[in-house]
């Protein structure tokens, strides 16, 4: 089963969900000893096989949002510049060009010497329909006259951008933070100008911070009670110190 990884514009908030697709071998067909290109959607994490990124502008106050993509080489690196191509697999995208993302280049090149390349993606807040809906970008390697698509599960990669709130993979994980609702999380927000971390390894490096942010949180919710989630339920104070 595959995986994705969520981003958000604060230091924050990329977390695995899982994802129905079909897992396939981690192979290429026909290797060409002369270089070839895959994905690594997880640049922290070699055998994550998340294929798919999710970032959501939710309670941003921005209209963009670069995601850079890390390509990797597998062969020998050599001395001058190759090229490779990233396109758009149209039949199983639902972002538009223009209007959710920008129009990518032709080429791009991984460096003389270099083993992998970071690439940019830049997301636009383009219109009301990403408050409703998930807009997927789904991008390809191909073959360009320098390098091949290599390991067949990882030339394909999917950018999921979304303009609502995402409950973060790890929730189940955060007792102090009670249920989880909307309103809850733009309460983070707003009051912290933060959202939550990548991973939950990231969470827990902060552990101490993040306790006390929500236990100001559930102390804001009690003084100012009720407070109404997205359902026009009472949000009940929930921290135990």
């Known amino acids: 089963m595959a995986n994705f990884i969520l981003f958000t514009e604060y230091p924050y908030l990329g977390i695995l ?61 050599v001395g001058y510049d190759r090229k490779f191509r990233l396109v758009v697999d149209q039949e199983k995208t639902t972002a538009k060009a223009g209007v959710h993302y920008r129009t990518l280049e032709d080429f791009y090149i991984l460096p003389k010497d270099a083993y992998s390349v970071q690439i940019p993606v830049i997301l636009l807040r383009g219109d009301a329909l990403m408050e409703k809906e998930i807009l997927q ?13 290599g390991l067949t599960q990882r030339i394909v990669t999917r950018i999921l951008v979304t303009d609502m709130y995402m409950k973060p993979a790890y929730w189940e994980r955060l007792w102090m933070w009670g249920d989880y609702s909307v309103k809850k999380h733009s309460l983070l927000l707003e009051l912290f100008e933060v959202d939550f971390p990548e991973t939950v390894d990231e969470y827990y490096d902060d552990y101490y911070l993040w306790s006390a942010r929500a236990n100001m949180i559930s102390q804001y919710v009690e003084e100012n009670y009720p407070v109404l989630d997205e359902n026009n339920q009472p949000i009940e104070p929930w921290f135990e110190s």
């Open 17 to 77: 969900l899982g994802l129905l697709s079909a897992c396939q071998e981690n192979k290429m067909d026909g290797f060409d000893s002369n270089g070839a290109v895959y994905f690594q959607t997880n640049p922290s994490d070699w055998n994550n096989l998340a294929d798919s990124v999710l970032y959501s502008f939710a309670g941003k106050d921005v209209t963009e949002k670069t995601l850079n993509l890390q390509v990797n080489l597998m062969g020998e690196a």
């Open 137 to 149: 970008l789904t991008l390809k390697l191909e073959a360009s006259d320098d390098l091949q698509p």
